[in-house]
């Protein structure tokens, strides 16, 4: 497995993977906007040559927030999330970033047990965060890491 850096060049590569592992996918406009942004880094995994997660992230004012991170199905258990998390973070501390924030639906055990296996605590809750196309909104936890890991 590969995690490097990714460019302008990997939007594709970017949408297909949200599209692959969120219900609720951001389009391609959507993710060109946020790559474009100031303080937006993002990073994605290759596995065999192909496209197996990324992870975007926004800094400012020494903290950082992750806005995504998505592995898909084939490439899930298997440790890519916590190394795209640990290498955005590793990024992120080299840029002086002292702590880093996401959201988390409180529903997702297995995203849940990951940040709190990385050090990620839960410091606040945002409710319907996460709408639904059918069914009632989700809430979100606010998670909370500082750096390093």
């Not at 594709?12 to 937006?40: K, M, N």
């Not at 065999?48 to 258990?77: C, Y």
């Amino acid at each position: 497995m590969k995690i490097r850096q990714a460019t302008l060049s990997d939007l594709s590569i970017i949408a297909d993977l949200h599209a692959r592992c969120f219900e609720q996918a951001w389009d391609r406009e959507f993710i060109s906007r946020i790559l474009a942004a100031p303080g937006v880094a993002a990073f994605v995994a290759i596995e065999m040559d192909l496209p197996a997660g990324f992870v975007l992230t926004r800094a400012a004012a020494g903290e950082a927030e992750i806005l995504s991170v998505g592995v898909d199905a084939e490439n899930r258990r298997r440790g890519l999330g916590a190394a795209l998390i640990r290498a955005v973070c590793l990024y992120l501390q080299a840029a002086k970033i002292e702590e880093v924030f996401l959201e988390v639906s409180v529903e997702n055990a297995a995203a849940r047990s990951l940040y709190n296996q990385l050090g990620f605590r839960e410091v606040g809750r945002r409710p319907d965060y996460y709408e639904e196309a059918v069914g009632p909104a989700r809430d979100a936890l606010v998670l909370r890491c500082a750096l390093p890991l």
